[in-house]
């Protein structure tokens, strides 16, 4: 007796095994496309020799300025300047009064007269004991007409009377001397200016007590005056914009008062020491300004060109990864990434500029990116259109 099975019936378990078969087919599939190491963009390291311009703040200082104080304790009698007057080298500023200067000046003079009258009376008897010994000489050569001891008292008395003469005259040098600091200390009480420039404070009007830096009537000083016709430029420079830098380097800057214009200096002075606080290194620009258009105390925008002396590593900055542990770039070397600890140093356009365990043509990826551990494979696919320098 044969048992007969409906098509209908077995139909799902086909249609199981079948489903089987083809959920086996893709998880095979899937194995094989994880196995395959992922594809990466890259570019190569560059060397090239670094010329760029950056835009540092800076600040107009005058050449020379300074705080005129008098030198002694005085009177202001008349002043000759405002703020704002233009003075000359040896010009009077102002002109003060000191009434006891003129009493020890009228004392000064008699000291010095009385002692050239001094002076001139041991002259005087100098001249007779040397006339008087030189007669008893002579007569002392006919024996018994003179004693021996008036030729030797005429004689020392004559060398009394030269240390005499010699003390008189000492007298009077200190005297000249005394009387001479005393025209001395008046000279001060004109006050003249140190050098060409302009008066940028007053302080005192006439009547005002003034005196030396620190004494009685020297709260202030009287004016102060800035050489204008030549600014210094004072420019703080990162340490890693600093080398490369000679002195006599021509240095554009603008200032905000004339938009739109550009101003020239040369570089003068460099500090050749970084601010431990700041990290930047001084340098001075020397400015011409004889119109006086520039005016100190402005801050000015310097177009400070940056160059190295030898060609260093360039990188697309995008390569450049950071964390808050490291900054590195991913560099493939047979096809296995690694990190390397890079210190970053000038942009130019879209490259950075790097420092580390790097050499020109080595592969880095493109992005860099902590996602790519270091030790995993990755496939290079170097980039044929690398952003480029400025």
């Not at 000359?88 to 500023?93: H, P, V, Y």
């Not at 302080?203 to 005196?211: D, M």
């Not at 119109?291 to 177009?303: E, I, N, Q, W, Y």
């Amino acid at each position: 007796m044969s048992l007969k099975v409906p098509f209908l019936c077995c139909l799902p378990v086909v249609i199981l095994a079948c489903a089987s078969c083809s959920s086996g087919n893709k998880s095979s599939a899937s194995v094989n496309t994880t196995n395959t190491p992922p594809s990466v963009d890259a570019v190569k390291v560059s060397s090239q020799t670094l010329k760029i311009t950056v835009h540092l703040p800076s600040e107009l200082t005058p050449y020379e300025t300074v705080d005129v104080y008098s030198k002694v304790t005085a009177f202001v009698k008349l002043i000759k300047v405002d703020r704002g007057s233009h003075v000359r080298s040896g010009q009077l500023i102002a002109q003060l009064e000191a009434p006891e200067l003129t009493a020890q000046r009228a004392e000064a003079e008699a000291k010095l007269n009385s002692s050239e009258s001094q002076l001139a009376a041991a002259q005087a008897k100098l001249a007779s004991d040397e006339s008087t010994y030189e007669k008893l000489n002579t007569a002392a050569a006919t024996p018994g007409v003179v004693a021996k001891n008036d030729v030797v008292v005429a004689e020392k008395t004559t060398e009394a009377d030269k240390a005499q003469m010699a003390a008189a005259q000492d007298n009077v040098n200190a005297a000249r001397q005394a009387l001479q600091s005393i025209k001395e200390i008046e000279s001060y009480l004109e006050v003249r200016a140190p050098f060409d420039g302009i008066v940028t404070q007053r302080n005192v009007h006439p009547g005002a007590l003034v005196g030396p830096a620190g004494g009685p009537g020297a709260s202030l000083p009287i004016v102060n005056i800035q050489m204008v016709s030549r600014l210094r430029l004072v420019v703080p420079v990162p340490e890693n914009y600093a080398a490369g830098i000679p002195e006599g380097t021509k240095v554009n800057f603008t200032v905000p008062a004339y938009p739109g214009q550009t101003f020239s200096g040369t570089v003068a002075r460099v500090s050749h020491a970084v601010d431990q606080k700041t990290r930047t290194m001084p340098v001075e620009i020397d400015v011409t300004n004889p119109a006086g258009r520039l005016a100190p105390g402005t801050f000015s925008d310097v177009l400070w060109p940056v160059q190295r002396p030898q060609p260093t590593l360039f990188l697309p900055s995008s390569a450049v990864a950071s964390t808050f542990q490291r900054v590195f770039v991913v560099r493939i070397n047979n096809n296995v990434a690694e990190w390397v600890d890079v210190k970053t140093g000038a942009t130019s356009g879209n490259l950075t500029e790097v420092f580390g365990d790097l050499h020109e043509g080595d592969v880095v990826v493109l992005r860099g990116t902590d996602e790519i551990q270091s030790g995993s494979h990755v496939t290079a696919r170097l980039s044929s259109a690398a952003p480029k320098g400025t």
